[in-house]
């Protein structure tokens, strides 16, 4: 069979979708890998995946290139002859599907990983916006297959909405996390002691949060909570800013109070090994990859009682949940867990479990060569 991967950037397709494509590469089908031209077009290649270019314009909503974006990726399609073709993201999904049609592709899928920042406010704009893409999806819904979602909340917002008819819907839990990579196993006890002898004076327990920079992931509360507990832990968040996102905090803000901002980082496994506390305290996910690397690492999460964020902490198990914007209620919950190391060690050690057994990467691709049928 031949099977199209349809996004707004390869990097999107290389870093979360390469798994399920190697799989169907080693099964002997042909994958192409359709984005506009980026840094992993060799990459692919040495993967036997084949990169093909089409052109988008990422912020565009001018009517007449929006038309441009699918005749474009019409004629990137079109040859390929292609059985299957499964999109990722909002753009790719209404245009992809769009071309898909009426380029005959007999079977195309969507995949919906989370619905965007859209819906973490209630803001004129937002309400406008929100509309928007509901027409837009209740279009492309009627016209593809199937659409794949990666948490439970979205769809069953979208089902109520009449959206998406739900005989088209399937939850696959997030992109999977490579539990054999992501354990604390692989640790490098050398680079982790160089962290801890950098940023953790006094050998104080860690407080971590890894997420960008922005309001919506919590960074405020965060922030606040670290105030609120003072000297009981070294709270660090790892993150870099984004400019272009109206959400985004200032470097000043960052620089300020009680956590220590070390920006964006790379040895993530390091970083989560050097946490006694992970925190996620964002407003709305899909299902938030730092998460699944925490709790693959076997750490104790306090997160947010929100969409996304609830697929991966249960409450009481392997973390805790807290409400959106309560800094109060964040800074309590990470307390109890400074104060309890026993109940740091089990939850710990049930987020490693429920990591390997309903999040590791093998199990993920196994429920996508399900709905492909191969």
């Known amino acids: 069979m031949r099977f199209g991967f349809l996004s707004h950037l390869d990097d999107n397709l290389y870093l979360f979708r390469l798994p ?37 314009d990422r912020r565009s909503v001018n009517p007449f290139k929006e038309k441009q974006a699918v005749d474009a990726i019409y004629r990137a399609i079109a040859p390929l002859r292609l059985d ?114 950098r940023y953790v004076p006094g050998d104080k327990p860690v407080v971590l949060m890894v997420a960008r920079a922005i309001w919506h992931k919590g960074v405020r509360e965060f922030y606040e909570a670290a105030g609120r507990l003072g000297d009981r832990a070294r709270f660090i968040l790892v993150g870099g800013i984004d400019p272009g996102n109206p959400s985004c905090a200032d470097a000043a803000f960052l620089r300020s109070g009680a956590v220590e901002w070390v920006g964006e980082q790379q040895a993530m496994r390091e970083w989560t090994a050097l946490a006694d506390v992970y925190v996620l305290p964002s407003y709305r996910e899909g299902v938030p990859r730092t998460l699944l690397e925490a ?47 026993a109940l740091r060690q089990r939850m710990g050690e049930a987020s490693r479990e429920l990591a390997v057994k309903e999040f590791a990467i093998p199990q993920i691709v196994e429920q996508y060569l399900r709905l492909y049928g191969v």
């Open 84 to 197: 299957l073709l499964h999109t990722f993201t909002a753009k790719p999904n209404i245009y992809g599907t769009i071309a898909g049609r009426k380029a005959g592709i007999e079977r195309i899928y969507n995949l919906v990983e989370g619905l965007g920042s859209f819906y973490v406010q209630d803001d004129l704009k937002s309400r406008a916006m929100r509309l928007l893409i509901e027409r837009l999806y209740r279009r492309t819904f009627r016209r593809s297959d199937g659409v794949v979602f990666v948490n439970r909340d979205d769809p069953a917002y979208m089902i109520d909405k009449g959206i998406v008819p739900p005989e088209k819907v399937t939850v696959i839990r997030s992109v999977g996390v490579d539990t054999e990579a992501f354990s604390p196993e692989r640790v490098d006890r050398k680079m982790l002691a160089e962290l801890k002898a």
């Open 295 to 341: 709790a693959a690492m076997g750490k104790p999460i306090v997160a947010t009682d929100v969409v996304g964020c609830r697929e991966v902490v249960e409450d009481g198990r392997n973390g805790l949940l807290v409400p959106p914007r309560d800094a109060a209620a964040l800074a309590d919950a990470i307390g109890r867990l400074l104060d309890d190391s």
């Open 20 to 56: 399920i494509m190697r799989a169907l590469v080693e099964r002997g089908h042909t994958v192409y890998a359709i984005a506009p031209k980026g840094k992993r077009w060799e990459a692919f290649e040495s993967e036997g995946i084949v990169p093909v270019h089409y052109p988008i």
